[in-house]
């Protein structure tokens, strides 16, 4: 599983995170929203390194709860991907974690990355989540 999803929806993040990794020697696929995250999820045939924007799973601005709602309903299909979620780091700070992103995050985040971060964590979180069973 050496293909990462980039879900990152700041387009210019997802760029450039994109490109970092297919240096790197990762075969990458990006979505830049949520009906391309779930499309890709409901359409790969393998397990996948998922690099998830915590909007996703908080519902940000313009965001619905779709992409937990699929997860929940399709969890059997959806549970061999490997998911980093990413975002701003007060996103991962308690007090501001909706119960359902609390619940993500422990039951499927293989790792967090709070933004910024080093390009050598980024790679790190990847392998971590590559070698998982």
Do not use: C, N
Not at 39 to 63: K, Y
Request: glycine content about 4%; cysteine-free.
């Amino acid at each position: 599983m050496r293909h990462v999803l980039v879900a990152v929806f700041d387009s210019a993040i997802r760029t450039m995170l994109s490109e970092v990794l297919e240096v790197e020697g990762y075969h990458v696929t990006r979505a830049r929203d949520q009906d391309q995250l779930i499309a890709v999820l409901r359409s790969v045939l393998h397990p996948l390194v998922v690099l998830l924007d915590v909007w996703a799973i908080e519902g940000g601005p313009s965001f619905s709860d779709e992409f937990l709602i699929a997860l929940v309903t399709e969890h059997s299909r959806w549970e061999r991907h490997a998911y980093i979620v990413t975002g701003g780091d007060r996103h991962f700070v308690a007090p501001y974690l909706s119960p359902s992103a609390k619940r993500f995050l422990a039951d499927y985040a293989a790792a967090t990355l709070p933004m910024p971060f080093p390009m050598e964590a980024l790679f790190a979180a990847v392998e971590t989540a590559i070698a998982r069973p």
